[in-house]
């Protein structure tokens, strides 16, 4: 099939509604805020659309990691985690034994900061009292960690850690408060369940306005958020080398975003960053013309707003299976996928990142037509 004759099918074929947004969670002192575009708007700005989902929650609470059964709050005055769950399903974790503690980490120091987790729920923070990343696990499935050995250090020399990200792959992104090295990349290379050994911790990005938070796209694609410039940089590993250090591997994605405190991806490629502005703005930051930022007219919009002293932002996970390619979500690619994809080519913004984004590039250009091409379907 020519790329030609794709590019040419009508859009008639394509999905022209979008699907409601998943909740959005959003951390402050002493409690924790959902947010859900009832109407499809592509805002949080109507009514009924914002809700307390926890509260009484110490003012200490950080960094939030939303699982598929729960919310994970870094307490960092009692060096723990707090578990949120919605046991009777109204929505909210309000109600009686709905907050737990789910882990302390090791000696339980003040200064737990930052959280992420991996696809089979092992979650990390830092502690940045000792310079640890301690791993947390539920090796015995009682639904939490705190029991023997399912808090442990597994990394060291993380002091200055704002934020951490997992890519799709596993592999660990952090975030430092340094211009030498503001982020780092943490890969377990021998298998051995931890990031002590030579060369598991090491330089992403060098030589940079330090950033306040991050968030892992693809294997290959992040963003940070700047306090400093007011802006969200992509990192791109465009070599495949693992680093953000070579020519062009960081650039702008995002400017005029005063007080980018806290970042979060959307499974659709909308960056949602959280701001310390005195409007307490969330932004929604979306590359609608596929030129590799966010910098035109109306890329960057305010979703949200009345949301000071962000800690933390999160996107509930789907537990849908998205594959590159299954434009119509059938389970398979194959020729019917085509017109779709084509479609969403021209009109981006129909479907999710993670279906048309074929080459994986964390981007949608014709790239992603050929490399649907070259998959050498019958």
Do not use: K
């Not at 330090?210 to 992040?222: I, K, M, N, W, Y």
């Not at 932002?313 to 059938?330: E, F, K, L, R, S």
């Amino acid at each position: 099939m020519a790329i030609q004759s794709i590019i040419s099918v009508t859009l008639f074929f394509a999905s022209a509604a979008t699907a409601q947004s998943p909740t959005v969670f959003l951390a402050r002192p002493g409690q924790v805020v959902a947010l859900v575009d009832s109407n499809a708007d592509g805002d949080f700005l109507d009514f009924a659309e914002t809700r307390t989902y926890a509260a009484a929650l110490p003012a200490g609470i950080g960094a939030i990691a939303a699982r598929p059964n729960r919310l994970l709050v870094v307490d960092g005055s009692t060096g723990g985690l707090r578990s949120l769950v919605d046991l009777n399903g109204d929505g909210d974790a309000l109600d009686f034994a709905e907050v737990s503690q789910y882990g302390i980490a090791p000696a339980a120091p003040p200064g737990l900061v930052a959280i992420a987790c991996q696809s089979d729920d092992t979650c990390y923070c830092v502690d940045t009292a000792s310079g640890n990343l301690i791993r947390f696990v539920d090796l015995n499935h009682d639904g939490d960690t705190l029991d023997f050995a399912e808090a442990t250090a597994v990394a060291s020399g993380l002091g200055a850690t704002v934020a951490l990200s997992v890519r799709p792959d596993g592999v660990i992104l952090a975030a430092l408060s340094l211009t030498t090295t503001p982020v780092m990349i943490l890969q377990d290379r021998n298998a051995d369940g931890d990031f002590f050994d030579f060369a598991e911790s090491i330089s992403y990005v060098e030589n940079a306005a330090a950033g306040a938070s991050l968030a892992a796209v693809t294997d290959t694609l992040a963003f940070l958020a700047r306090l400093a410039d007011q802006r969200v940089l992509a990192l791109r590993d465009l070599t495949g080398d693992d680093d953000a250090l070579d020519f062009g591997e960081v650039t702008t994605w995002a400017e005029g975003i005063a007080g980018a405190s806290r970042v979060a991806v959307e499974s659709d490629g909308g960056v949602l960053v959280a701001c310390t502005d005195a409007g307490g703005s969330v932004w929604r930051l979306r590359d609608r013309n596929n030129d590799g930022d966010a910098l035109d007219f109306g890329e960057a919009l305010i979703v949200a707003t009345g949301f000071t002293s962000p800690s933390g932002i999160a996107v509930q996970p789907t537990t849908t299976t998205c594959i590159a390619g299954d434009m119509n979500n059938d389970g398979a690619v194959d020729h019917a996928d085509a017109p779709l994809l084509a479609a969403e080519l021209l009109a981006p913004g129909n479907s999710p990142l993670c279906r048309s984004d074929v080459n994986g590039d964390g981007g949608l250009d014709g790239r992603d037509i050929r490399a649907y091409l070259l998959a050498g379907f019958p």
